[in-house]
């Protein structure tokens, strides 16, 4: 057994909220060895971030602070050192790449004065030295002309290659361990695959340990040896990684696997986990996922459960693999019957066409000059077609960037396109005024990706889901239209007295739910998902999910579904269109193009999306 | 007989505004959720208890009638056509309950409850005998806070100061807040030309130095006119009314001359929120362009609004305090805390020196400037639902 490069026991840290002491990370253990990716997984608020910063010794200060507990560098408690011994060890032994590679490099700096920053900081070399060695960071971090690319400044780069300056400057002074906190959550799926290959590739060479922190399973599968699951501030399970995605053991990571969308589960509702993950100001009592747990037994929520190694190497929390506990009448199961039994449906795609686009152009010009005079375009869509029937759902994918936004606003006139022709239900509405376009507002609708951004904070709830019916039913009186907003409410499982309440008291979750029964609201055929599912964690995902297809089913609505996200794409869609720099490179069925995608790029952007088989 | 100044007009708008916000609380809805929660905020409520107090005195300082003069036996004076003649003095409500304070003057400075005249004088003994002495004060001990240069009571200049203080204040911003408004979100939110136009016109006005503007304007329209002082039959109209009130142009050209930099906030602000999605979604519901503003833009923007206002109001009654030096702020007659300050330039630079003159003045700003800041912040965070206590 080799000595571990970082050992935790027992963490604690704890932030000062007014609503109480916050136990964000509760008592976490791991150990990372010498050349190898542990990795922490788990929803947002679980506490995996928090974790990673109190190993770096990064915990924000003074809300927060290290209740107990040892971070162990190679064998010395590093929790107990002075800051200026800290800043020793940061950057040097211990290096963290960061979620935003837009924002963490410094825009007044060249991309060479920032590595060389770290390596003089920490190490004695001449500044020629350090150059030598930034450049040859640079080349390894796979970034064409490096000693050019080191007079760069960090806005000539793409986010991909930020994410690569970011990965050399952490590894320049080849430190025993590498935080990677979300590293490729704001990158193209593409650039994703090439990122952590490059992680994979340094780490073998240096022999550095890696904590890669994430949501998404498929990506701990591809990129880690072990995986710990945490849920509300705890490690629930934690086991090498085939183990763990062979034989999940706690009730979480079960519901968290089940409730990834992809291909296997079309045509059945995904598995959800019921309500919310508590705020770390208020735990439940014994075992923290009570209250949730599809298999609570009568004890979970006064004893809480220790974390046990019930195989080899597969630790796990929960009084399900507690002899001792089983054994007691404690063990008697809680029926819950709130989940009712998986229903199966049928698409009721019918073959009339609902909605056509043809050569769809939206430009934007770009202007110089004193007179501001167009000197060009920038080409966002470019001539697309697209027809969505009655009653199915459309897929846009593409990388970021490559116009599929654009072509949904302009689809609902939200942007006024510069060539094309929209046809919904045979009218032309391209050219309408916008009053003319009036009558058509009803029938198609957006629902957004941002649930904090979607809806307007100084109104309530009721105030928000009324307002289309206030412009579009003029006739409906107050009574009507509250009954109206109640009805969309329960449709989309929200209750009648969350009216008055403003959205900043919703969960990301709930909030989305009012974005969709705002749509609802106005009795719409036609609805834009414009990435609705994309900043939820999985297992709310995975509820939208479900609403959004049973939607689809009972009203016969049409959706066209604009998303990078490829496995909610062979969940939900019934037609793919792929997108490329403006243009769709190719169309068709779902299962047609996920097995044999024609495309070149398709086929490239299939391959680079991680996957559990 | 009643007299209004236009500048009245102003205090008694603020103070309308706060009935009406006074009723609009109690009932149930959005102002009466912000009220339940400042009512929780103990400093807040004090600084508001303050703030009514200065309102108060505001108020009383611009309730003002002239008394008729009587000749020497007491009988009222009649012109030759009959009318009766009025002094040209509107003593306001304020004079006339601190009319000891007012009448009460010394011959020159004494210090704050002294006994003795700060200024040694030649003082002729009963005995004949000649020497030079502290004389005793008329009025002894009754001057909380001295006596300045000619023997005014300084508390009471302090407290006739609170009106033009708060006349400035309110009025430069009922000036800034639709302007800027009205430009900074049509700016905004249609873009284009409309942007064009409007920032034509601020960064032009803010290119050319404000002080220039003001005196420009002030030597226009501020050299005739009420000054604070007497009252001349011209000015009159409708037998009660004094538009022409030099206060009332100093508030209206530093009205212009700011509403330029609320404006540019707000228009950056708004170019923020008609790209939010809660924007894009009403636009979907066809809400037209007028309403989406309302609706949408100006509740989230009003944040920025009083921000600015608290921190403007205090700038507003220094930059008063400035214009008063450079001789174009309020007239001399008119007791305001810019005008002590001036006066206390001299005053520091003799020895012994005479401090209380701009001690009063600092108390009474400082008074008036700490509880605005921290009952803005209280208002701002009631009426953020986001930072509400659940």
């Known amino acids: 057994m080799p000595e571990p490069v970082i050992e935790v026991r027992d963490l604690r840290t704890y932030f000062r909220t007014p609503g109480g002491i916050a136990r964000a990370v509760d008592g976490v253990s791991f150990s990372i ?14 506490g995996k971030s928090v974790t990673a910063l109190s190993v770096i010794q990064l915990v924000p200060v003074p809300a927060g602070f290290i209740a107990g507990g040892e971070v162990l560098l190679r064998g010395r408690d590093i929790v107990h050192l002075s800051e200026l011994e800290k800043r020793r060890i940061r950057g040097n032994k211990i290096s963290m790449i960061f979620q935003e590679p837009m924002t963490s490099l410094n825009p007044v700096f060249t991309i060479g004065n920032q590595i060389i920053e770290t390596i003089r900081l920490h190490q004695k070399k001449s500044t020629r030295e350090a150059k030598t060695i930034a450049i040859e960071m640079l080349r390894r971090v796979g970034l064409p002309e490096p000693e050019s690319m080191y007079y760069e400044y960090p806005h000539r780069l793409s986010g991909g290659q930020r994410q690569r300056v970011m990965i050399a400057i952490a590894l320049a002074c080849r430190p025993d361990l590498l935080i990677a906190d979300e590293p490729t959550t704001a990158l193209d799926v593409t650039i994703q695959k090439q990122i952590l290959s490059l992680i994979r590739d340094l780490k073998r060479e240096m022999r550095t340990a890696v904590l890669l922190i994430t949501h998404n399973l498929a990506l701990v599968y591809r990129n880690a040896e072990r995986v710990g699951v945490m849920y509300a501030g705890k490690i629930v399970e934690m086991a090498p990684t085939r183990i763990l995605f062979r034989n999940p053991m706690h009730p979480y990571t079960v519901k968290l696997m089940h409730s990834i969308p992809g291909m296997d589960k079309r045509g059945k509702p995904l598995d959800t986990i019921k309500g919310t993950v508590p705020p770390a100001t208020m735990f439940p009592e014994g075992c923290r996922f009570s209250g949730r747990c ?23 929390a929960c009084h399900l693999y507690d002899r001792g506990f089983m054994d007691r009448p404690v063990s008697r199961p809680i029926t819950t019957g709130g989940e009712s039994a998986p229903m199966r449906w049928t698409p009721s795609v019918k073959e009339e066409i609902l909605l056509e686009v043809k050569g769809l152009r939206c430009y934007y010009p770009i202007r110089k000059g004193l007179f501001k005079r167009i000197v060009g375009y920038v080409k966002a869509v470019d001539g697309v077609d697209l027809t969505i029937k009655k009653g199915s759902i459309l897929a846009l994918v593409g990388e970021s ?23 919904f239900k045979g009218r032309d509405i391209t050219s309408l005024s916008e009053g003319e376009l009036k009558p058509y507002r009803a029938c198609m609708q957006i629902i957004f990706q941002d649930p904090y951004s979607s809806l307007n904070p100084r109104m309530m709830v009721g105030e928000i889901i009324e307002e289309g019916l206030k412009t579009l039913r003029p006739e409906m009186d107050r009574k009507e239209r509250q009954e109206k907003v109640l009805s969309v409410m329960e449709r989309v499982g929200l209750s009648g007295d969350m009216l008055k309440r403003y959205p900043h008291e919703f969960s990301g979750g709930q909030r989305q739910r009012i974005g969709i029964a705002r749509a609802l609201a106005v009795d719409p055929e036609f609805i834009v998902c414009d990435e609705a599912v994309s900043a939820l964690d999985v297992s709310v995902q995975a509820q939208i999910l479900n609403l959004l297809k049973s939607i689809q089913k009972d009203s016969g609505i049409s959706f066209l579904f604009i998303t990078h996200d490829l496995s909610v794409v062979e ?11 403006g243009k769709i490179v190719e169309r068709g069925g779902v299962e047609k193009i996920f097995s044999s995608p024609e495309d070149e790029y398709t086929r490239t952007l299939l391959e680079a999306v991680p996957r559990i088989d | 007989m009643p007299v209004v100044l236009s500048t009245d007009l102003i205090v008694y708008f603020l103070v309308l505004l706060i009935i009406y916000c006074a009723f609009a609380v109690r009932k149930e809805g959005y102002l009466s959720i912000a009220w339940h929660q400042i009512r929780t905020n103990k400093l807040a409520m004090v600084s508001m208890f303050i703030l009514f107090l200065y309102i108060g005195v505001a108020l ?10 009587l000749d020497s036996e007491g009988r009222v004076m009649h012109k030759e056509d009959g009318s009766v003649i009025y002094s040209p003095q509107a003593l306001s409500l304020l004079d006339r309950l601190l009319h000891d304070m007012r ?36 009025y002894p001990g009754t001057h909380l806070l001295g006596t300045d240069k000619v023997g005014n009571d300084v508390l009471f200049s302090a407290i006739k100061g609170i009106r033009t203080g708060i006349v400035i204040g309110t009025g430069t911003t009922i000036i800034i807040i639709p302007f800027a408004i009205l430009f900074g979100v049509l ?22 130095p404000s002080v220039l503007l003001i005196v420009a304007f002030m030597l226009i329209f501020g050299e005739r006119g009420y000054q604070g002082g007497l009252i001349t039959e011209e000015d009159i109209f409708f037998k009660i009314f004094v538009p022409n009130d030099r206060l009332f142009w100093l508030c209206v050209i530093m009205g212009i001359t700011s509403w330029t930099d609320l404006c540019r906030l707000l228009r950056g602000e708004t170019l923020k929120l008609r790209e939010m999605d809660y924007v894009q979604a009403a636009r979907a519901f066809g809400v037209s362009s007028l309403r989406i503003i309302y609706r949408h833009i100006v509740p989230n923007v009003m944040h920025i609004v009083l921000i600015t206002f608290v921190l403007q109001f205090s700038g507003l009654v220094l930059a008063e305090a400035i214009l008063s030096y450079i001789g174009i702020g309020v007239g001399p007659e008119m007791g305001s805390w810019g005008n002590m300050i001036n006066t206390a330039r001299l005053e520091l630079s003799r020895e012994p020196i005479v401090w209380w003159n701009l001690f009063a003045a600092f108390i009474f700003m400082f008074g008036l400037v700490l509880p605005a800041n921290i009952f803005g912040d209280a208002v701002r965070d009631a009426l953020d639902p986001r930072l509400r206590v659940r």
């Open chain 1, 33 to 46: 060895n010498e050349g190898e990716t542990f990795s922490l997984v788990g929803e947002s608020g679980c």
């Open chain 1, 294 to 316: 599809p298999v609570e037994m009568e004890g979970c929520s006064r004893a809480e459960p220790p974390l046990i190694e019930y195989e080899r190497d597969h630790l796990v």
């Open chain 1, 401 to 423: 960037g490559c116009g599929k936004t654009t072509t949904g606003k302009a689809i609902l006139r939200l942007i006024e396109p510069k060539g094309g022709r929209i046809v």
């Open chain 1, 571 to 581: 969940y939900i869609a019934d037609e793919v269109c792929v997108m490329y720099k």
């Open chain 2, 60 to 69: 009383l300082d611009s309730i003002r009638w002239r008394d008729v003069v």
């Open chain 2, 103 to 138: 009448v009460n003057t010394e011959k020159t400075f004494s210090a704050p409850l002294a006994t003795h005249l700060y200024v040694k004088e030649t003082i002729e003994l009963p005995d004949g005998t000649r020497i030079r002495d502290y004389p005793p004060l008329k």
């Open chain 2, 187 to 208: 700016a905004g939110f249609y873009g284009g030309v409309v942007d064009d136009i409007i920032q034509y016109i601020y960064t032009t006005l803010s290119s050319i």
